[in-house]
């Protein structure tokens, strides 16, 4: 009767460790639903985020994509044309197409222009957007001024038919300084003031209106200074310092979903520390040209406290994540330890079961 009721307890014991061991916190249940694109790791997003420097891995993931059914043919090709013309590493690209340099851009360029006569992209606006906007770069790093300009006025009207109209302003304002290069100066300030004005009078002004009311400026600021007018460039160096001031304090008031917005708060710091930098720099050239000393070295003080205070927050913000990344090991390393202790627990179990076992058939052997 000891015995059965020692067994009995055992036995008890390893079903609650069993139950134990099998809690980890997740539904084991199985769900039905539809296969996605991020079930597996060919799709564009994994595509997406090494193309810049591994272009081959980023093929090779677009080509399984289209395999398993998670991409198009014709949204291949658009990130096709993407790798092949946007990729952070062109001189590998180029040395695997077995060309000269450049062959990675003509490629993209190929590829591009042929998807434009494509039915699916007469109707896709989107996919014909982006499309556009990277035969627009293609062009730009081609140095094909006329293509350029070409694309760009086709993608002003495909924004516009999609109501991207701040979209549809910021390449606008890249058209418009390029006037001034064409010998129209007068023309160039007129629609650059034009697309600045709009852009300022937004509603509702979040990042993406901030953005390219930022670059509008840039680019006017650019051409003042080709012009030498060189006091009409503070005002707008000035705005984007307000700007920026403001974005950093309210960041949640300039919140949307537009791809250019930074993730997190570290990269909104970049990015705001970044066109700051820009828009003293803007400052500090026109105040050394205007030849007023005072503002100048005033200018100058400003920018060595804002270096100043970018380092201190890199350090910090590199203190933290080594904490963090210290307190992850520290969790994981718990975790091995319990998993261990439980395991040998339960090993301990089993063998005193089997003891037990062995013990009951030789003491009925013996009795017999």
Request: aromatic share 8%; glycine share 4%.
């Amino acid at each position: 009767m000891i015995f059965r009721r020692c067994l009995y307890y055992i036995i008890g014991v390893m079903a609650v460790l069993a139950l134990t061991l099998g809690c980890t916190g997740s539904d084991k249940r199985t769900e039905n639903r539809q296969a996605q694109p991020k079930d597996t790791t060919y799709n564009q997003r994994a595509a997406m985020a090494v193309y810049g420097y591994d272009p081959v891995r980023a093929l090779k993931i677009i080509d399984s994509a289209v395999i398993v059914g998670n991409l198009s043919s014709v949204r291949a090709d658009v990130e096709r044309a993407r790798i092949y013309s946007m990729t952070q590493v062109k001189a590998q690209m180029d040395s695997l197409l077995h060309g000269p340099k450049g062959t990675s851009l003509d490629s993209g360029r190929v590829i591009g222009e042929r998807l434009l006569a494509h039915d699916s992209l007469k109707h896709d606006l989107n996919l014909r957007q982006q499309l556009l906007e990277i035969l627009v770069y293609t062009a730009r790093m081609q140095q094909d001024t006329l293509t350029w300009m070409q694309r760009s006025r086709e993608l002003v009207d495909v924004c516009r038919q999609e109501g991207a109209e701040t979209e549809a302003l910021r390449t606008e304002a890249e058209l418009d300084a390029a006037l001034y290069y064409a010998g129209k100066p007068t023309e160039s300030l007129s629609k650059l003031d034009s697309v600045i004005a709009t852009l300022g009078s937004r509603d509702p002004f979040r990042f993406n209106e901030l953005d390219a009311f930022i670059l509008a400026s840039k680019r006017k600021i650019g051409v003042l200074n080709s012009m030498k007018r060189f006091a009409e460039t503070l005002p707008l160096s000035h705005r984007i310092a307000e700007l920026l001031d403001d974005y950093e304090a309210h960041p949640d008031q300039y919140a949307d979903d537009t791809k250019r917005v930074p993730g997190d708060s570290a990269s909104r710091a970049d990015y705001i520390r970044f066109y700051r930098s820009q828009a003293q720099n803007f400052a500090t050239a026109a105040y050394a040209a205007l030849g007023e000393r005072g503002s100048m070295e005033e200018t100058f003080y400003e920018i060595e406290r804002t270096v100043r205070d970018a380092t201190a927050r890199e350090h910090l913000a590199r203190y933290r994540a080594l904490e963090q990344q210290m307190e992850a090991e520290r969790q994981r390393a718990n975790a091995q330890r319990n998993a261990l202790i439980a395991w040998g627990t339960a090993i301990l179990l089993v063998a005193a079961l089997a003891a037990l076992v062995w013990y009951w058939r030789q003491k009925r052997i013996i009795s017999r």
